[in-house]
């Protein structure tokens, strides 16, 4: 029989994001003589408040302007989505909120509110790794079993982890120096297009001619599963002038040209990363790689890691779009993965503004 499904609030304040959520369910759970029974999983509410408007007139993420508008956007927040839910704040069975990784005066807001529910409707305080939300959001739409390779890239995050279940993971390999995401965000901004980067490539680049700059490929060819794109974003500079003197065609050109270098570089580490993965696990079941956090939005790169999938014999598995970018469910989801083993925190768990997934 399978046990009751939890409900829980979810908080999420690490960077630009202001969100939450509330989730419902139970995960997989694992049979004495056979695979995982299917669990239960539904997300009552889901509400994320962006600031691009307040970040964008300086071109990135002021931290005192983030932590600022998490006080004053929060508590209402999280009223909407009590309310939307259709619980009551008496169906909650726990609060998990985001301890970690991030600008420590966001995750401070988030925290110190979890905490405050927490105590005062006396139910358990989730505090969660918001990598680990990535980590697990794609298991809150199905039941994918342990364990799973997982590209982990964002604005602040790009790593290759074997994902063994939650709280257990292996570290294959990660950025020696920028994310991918704050690689797409610079560039970005040295083209003249705009904040939040990513998206705004990612549209240039669908005219743009992606043969027509030379642009090196970091790591590319070399043996390990680490990333680097420091080089690459230090040779748009070069090859770039001033905004003022490109053309509409030179920034699709250079877009266009950027998110291929940076998808070649993906698609040959996540190429080892495989050959190590099947090394490490027989194939009694599909190999999966999941691809999480806010770079998995783009589509290109989507689909190139599609391919790579059908010629390594693995499965693509990825979150929604709205689950790629931070928000509140994928913190939920965590809580409920964790309390489900009987996972929780105490009232004085600290904030992190680093946290390593793995040990």
């Known amino acids: 029989m399978s046990p009751a499904p939890l409900t829980l609030l979810g908080i999420e304040t690490s960077c630009d994001e202001t969100a939450a ?80 990784p991030g600008l420590i005066g966001g995750v401070m807001v988030g ?25 697990l ?9 342990f364990p799973y390779l997982l590209l982990l890239v964002s604005g ?13 993971y292996a570290r294959l390999g990660g950025s020696l120096d920028d994310a991918a995401g704050e690689a797409f965000d610079k560039t970005a901004k040295l083209l003249g297009l705009g904040y939040p980067g990513g998206p705004a490539i990612e549209k240039a680049a669908k005219t743009g001619n992606p043969a027509r700059f030379a642009l090196p490929r970091p790591m590319l060819g070399r043996a390990g599963c680490d ?30 040209s950027f998110q291929a270098a940076v998808a070649d570089v993906v698609i040959d580490r996540c190429r080892n990363a495989m050959t190590l993965f099947r090394q490490r696990h027989t194939p009694q079941q599909a190999h999966t790689l999941v691809v999480a956090g806010g770079v998995a939005a783009n589509l290109a790169l989507r689909t190139a890691l599609g391919r790579l999938c059908d010629r390594e014999g693995f499965q693509l598995a990825t979150p929604p779009l709205d689950l790629c970018t931070d928000n509140a469910a994928m913190i939920g989801w965590a809580g409920i993965e964790r309390l489900a083993l009987g996972l929780s925190d105490p009232l004085d768990v600290t904030a992190r503004a680093r946290w390593p997934l793995y040990s």
């Open 156 to 168: 602040g995050h790009c790593q290759l982890l074997e994902v063994r279940g939650a709280g257990a």
């Open 227 to 256: 990333f680097s794109f420091s080089g690459l974003k230090t040779a748009v500079r070069h090859m770039t002038p001033a905004p003022e003197r490109l053309s509409d065609q030179d920034k699709a050109d250079m877009a266009a």
């Open 111 to 135: 925290l110190v509110t979890g905490k405050a529910i927490a105590a005062a409707r006396a139910i358990p305080l989730v505090a969660v790794n918001h990598l680990e939300g990535h980590a």
């Open 137 to 145: 959001s794609v298991r809150l739409l199905q039941p994918l079993a």
């Open 21 to 100: 959520a509330v989730i419902r369910g139970y995960p997989e759970l694992p049979r004495q003589n056979g695979p995982v029974a299917d669990g239960q999983r539904e997300i009552l509410s889901n509400l994320v408040l962006s600031q691009f408007d307040e970040h964008r007139p300086y071109g990135g993420i002021v931290p005192e302007i983030a932590s600022r508008a998490h006080i004053l956007s929060l508590d209402r927040l999280i009223q909407a989505a009590i309310e939307k839910a259709g619980c009551g704040w008496e169906g909650l069975d726990g609060v998990a909120a985001t301890a970690g």
